[in-house]
């Protein structure tokens, strides 16, 4: 486990924390006044490898070769000239830290979002050392610039990770749906009817940068997926972004527990560590492994039974009630992968510079797929 100190003065800013992979939705804006939670669990930390932050550059700017060395293959609205390996815990973890009020930001709409840098300081040297991330539609979070802060082991070894069986045990899937509520809605305890149903935001992002391998690995064909939920996530965007015809490239489940993929199956939908961030290898080196968070693709294999509502009538929180509680409304829209993610990873991936992939994300760019997005 590791503290993160004060890189000035030596002063603790957050409680023990054990490093875990960056989730897919870290950096993600949904929907418009949506109230979301706490991006991190307790007692973890990630780290962003990509530069984020004040200042930006717009794409004019920054000249190819530059743009190439950063890893990115397309044009994109701005590049950010700010230090990479930005670090992200739970607002709650942190420790010894004061609010400045005065770097607020621009642009935020109900609370902070960190748009005009550190808003965040050390109690002992005042040092401004992070930004407080609470505005609607971002995940709530404090994100500590790499620069201003230093990384201390406490509490013995680093931690080996967890085994595949041990994930597999222990972990549940992630839901695919859940209750999100608007900025401002009424906050009554145990009553849900100030909440809506929707597909979760976290399926959402994590489709949307599997759906950028997913067409990086189609080659210009059409692509199958499997029947169910793993269909409704993506078999409509590929259909519509992809030309019909012969040969489809076939994508399936693998993974921990799985059986081995087909000799015919081109692509592997694959979970990725949460702990690491690596991918499931697929056994055959010609299969193109697509990641998914762990938690998403425990529930495409193994989709639990109906999310029920949470009951009421003075029964504690959290208890759920199957004897007369019908299960949780399904979405009244399709799914849509994240058109943001989606964007942000074909941009880092090579194959974005074939022409016919990059004519794709030129569209989307555009906002030609709007309605699918």
């Known amino acids: 486990m590791f503290v993160f100190v004060c890189a000035g003065c030596g002063a603790e ?66 590049v950010s000239d700010g230090p990479p390996g ?13 609010l400045l009020p005065e770097n607020r930001g621009s642009g935020n709409c109900c609370g902070l979002d960190g748009a005009g840098g550190p808003n965040t300081a050390c109690a002992e040297c005042g040092v401004p050392v992070a930004s407080r991330i609470d ?8 994100w500590f610039a790499p620069d201003a802060v230093r990384r201390l082991p406490v509490g013995g070894g680093h931690a080996a990770p967890r085994p595949w069986e041990e994930l597999m045990a222990e972990e549940d899937g992630t839901p695919p749906f859940e209750p999100v509520t608007t900025w401002g809605a009424r906050q009554r305890a145990g009553h849900w009817s100030d909440h809506y149903w929707s597909w979760s935001p976290r399926w959402e992002a994590a489709a949307g940068r599997a759906l950028a391998h997913l067409l990086a690995a189609s080659e210009g064909r059409p692509v199958i997926v499997p029947d169910g939920l793993a269909g409704e996530m993506f078999q409509r965007a590929l259909d519509t972004l992809l030309p019909a015809g012969p040969r489809p490239r076939r994508a399936v489940l693998a993974g921990p527990e799985r059986p081995a993929p087909d000799q ?41 039974r109906d999310l029920l509502l949470p009951a009421s009538g003075g029964l504690p929180h959290g208890v759920l009630r199957d004897d007369f509680d019908p299960p949780a409304p399904h979405p009244l829209h399709l799914f849509r992968a994240d058109g943001r993610v989606l964007g942000h990873t074909l941009a880092r991936l090579p194959d974005v510079r074939s022409p016919w992939l990059r004519t794709i994300f030129d569209a989307l760019m555009r906002a030609e797929y709007a309605g699918l997005f």
Do not use: K
């Not at 960056?22 to 962003?48: C, E, K, W």
């Not at 930005?86 to 004061?98: E, L, W």
């Not at 690596?278 to 639990?304: C, H």
């Open 86 to 98: 930005a670090i992200v815990v739970a607002p709650g973890d942190t420790r010894g830290t004061v």
């Open 135 to 142: 505005d609607c539609s971002l995940w709530q979070a404090t």
């Open 13 to 78: 800013l957050t409680a023990p924390l054990s490093e875990v992979a960056l989730p897919v939705h870290a950096r993600q804006s949904y929907g418009n006044g949506i109230q979301l939670p706490v991006l991190m669990d307790p007692g973890t930390f990630a780290v962003d490898p990509e530069p984020w932050g004040p200042p930006w550059r717009s794409w004019s700017e920054v000249p190819p070769e530059e743009a190439a060395a950063r890893g990115i293959h397309a044009p994109v609205h701005r």
């Open 264 to 304: 015919d199956a081109d692509i592997a939908l694959v979970p990725v560590h949460p702990q690491t961030g690596r991918a499931w290898a697929p056994p055959g080196p010609t299969t193109y492994p697509v990641p998914l968070p762990f938690g998403v693709w425990r529930w495409l294999v193994s989709p639990e």
